[in-house]
């Protein structure tokens, strides 16, 4: 349970209160910020985003490995995408009993039945992953899952390499602190942002972030800083101002408060909770249909789902999504953990019978995002019992539970006291592409993000208050 390296300096006490106090200004010094949870529509208070005192190692080679499958990640989602009977064959099941699924489906035959109206498609994903642990002592990346629509922490993590630099020098350890990365995930979304801008053709049209309450702002405004730099014009709108301002002309352009738009990038939509009235879905469909280019469009938001996971680890699907790449079979393949149906039928029934007798090999997950929703040892057993007769259970996925290694790490919120934890990380790593019609004019690895979380806690990402910032150190 080492963190190698920096144990010894882990475990002095006097120095670690001394260095929390110069990490915590060095965030601020970088703007690694966040607004209060109090006040998450204001930055008259404002404070650092959460963190881990000391990066975490992370052995080499799995992360080249998880950068280099992102290409394929995101050339995956993108042929998921446009593959309307591979959708509608998958998710059959989900969208019977899922309602939130349902709703965004329904979006999509909408778009299908009268056409899009935009050929551009700008992708920004971010695919997230655990090292299991062999019992050879090595460890092997597996895929949490992949996050297709307001994918987060591009931006503070482009600024929390200098955080943890400085942290190391501070401490005496001036060649790891050589060891951590750069990192710039803000500049390659906005990158793809931009390539989407330019191709949509008009010098005069807007970027809209689509927001909500937001504590996590800054992240959001690295992007739109990268936007500026190259002059492009970026404004902040939530569902309730697109139904009150917007509307499309004849030609099917979005207009919002008279400017016309030429990317809508979601920072929100992704759980019913982001759909407060009935008006916040008719802005979705509106926008859908608009003409502008839609990160996520419908199609590319339901490719992100769990049960599209789960059916992806099928036998023979990938080879389908790639039938001259092999290779590209094999690298994503790699990364899958087991994942198992819970559809009626046979197999569904065994999925039950192997979750029900060993809980703890498994997680089971409904189709949510954000954090805190999937379900856990006993309590699987509870669900699983209360659903397993009935079509319910067809809105969960199974999955094998990950098992990475702990390690020691000090993790620094404004609301907790300083202690050692053990700590469980998972790794990030950011897709931007961009394609017109045929033709991919885009397809990139951005940038990473570690994330760190005590091991007492089995779920949660940062903005659910759980995990916190953190880089990796490569060994
Ligand atoms: P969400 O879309 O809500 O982020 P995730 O699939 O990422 O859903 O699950 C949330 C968290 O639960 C992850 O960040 C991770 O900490 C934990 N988790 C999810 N799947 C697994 C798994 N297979 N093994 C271990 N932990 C998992
Ligand atoms: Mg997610
Ligand atoms: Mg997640």
């Not at 290779?327 to 990364?335: H, N, S, W």
């Amino acid at each position: 349970m080492a963190q190698g390296i920096l144990e010894e300096v882990l475990m002095n006490t006097a120095l670690v209160e001394d260095l929390a106090e110069v990490a915590k200004d060095e965030a601020l010094l970088q703007g690694v910020v966040m607004r209060t949870r109090e006040t998450p529509n204001s930055s008259e208070l404002v404070t650092y985003a959460p963190l881990t005192l000391f990066p975490t190692s992370v052995p080499k080679a799995v992360f080249l490995q998880a950068l280099a499958v992102q290409t394929h990640y995101n050339t995956l989602v993108d042929r998921i995408s446009q593959d309307s009977d591979f959708l509608k064959e998958a998710l059959a099941s989900t969208i019977e009993v899922d309602d939130f699924t349902a709703r965004l489906f329904r979006i999509y035959q909408q778009i299908l039945k009268e056409g899009r109206s935009q050929s551009i498609v700008l992708g920004l994903n971010r695919s997230d992953y655990m090292l299991d642990q062999r019992d050879d002592g090595t460890s092997s990346l597996k895929q949490i899952e992949i996050n297709t629509i307001a994918a987060c922490f591009g931006g503070l993590s482009s600024r929390t390499p200098d955080v943890h630099r400085h942290v190391l020098k501070v401490a005496g350890r001036l060649e790891e602190s050589q060891h951590i990365l750069d990192n710039n995930p803000a500049a390659g979304l906005a990158q793809g942002i931009a390539k989407a801008w330019e191709l949509y053709g008009s010098e005069r049209a807007v970027i809209v972030f689509l927001v909500e309450e937001n504590p996590e702002i800054f992240d959001h405004r690295y992007v739109e800083k990268e936007l500026w730099k190259r002059n492009i014009r970026s404004i902040r709108r939530r569902f309730d101002d697109v139904s009150r301002t917007g509307s499309l002309d004849q030609d099917k352009r979005l207009f919002i408060d008279g400017l016309e738009v030429a990317v809508v990038y979601f920072r929100t939509g992704f759980m019913p909770q982001n759909y407060t009235t009935e008006q916040s879905w008719d802005v979705r469909l509106m926008m859908e249909c608009s003409r502008a280019v839609k990160c996520p469009d419908i199609s590319t938001h339901l490719a992100g789902t769990k049960k599209v996971q789960q059916v992806l680890a099928r036998p023979g699907v990938l080879e389908k999504f790639f039938p001259d790449q092999p290779q590209a079979v094999e690298l994503i393949r790699a990364t899958f953990a087991g994942l198992y149906t819970l559809d009626m039928g046979p197999e569904g029934d065994k999925t039950v019978a192997m979750a029900l007798a060993e809980p703890d090999r498994f997680v089971l997950k409904p189709q949510r995002e954000g954090g805190g929703n999937n379900i856990y040892g006993s309590e699987i057993c509870q669900v699983l019992e209360a659903v397993k007769d009935s079509t319910e259970r067809t809105a969960y996925i199974l999955m094998d539970k990950i098992h990475p290694a702990p390690v020691h790490n000090y993790l620094l919120r404004r609301d907790a006291p300083l202690k050692m934890s053990t700590c469980l990380s998972e790794l990030g790593v950011f897709g931007a592409y961009v394609r017109r019609g045929e033709d991919m004019v885009m397809n990139e690895c951005v940038g990473h993000l570690l994330r760190t979380k005590s091991s007492e806690h089995s779920d949660g990402g940062v903005a659910a208050g759980v995990a916190v910032l953190d880089n990796p150190l490569l060994i």
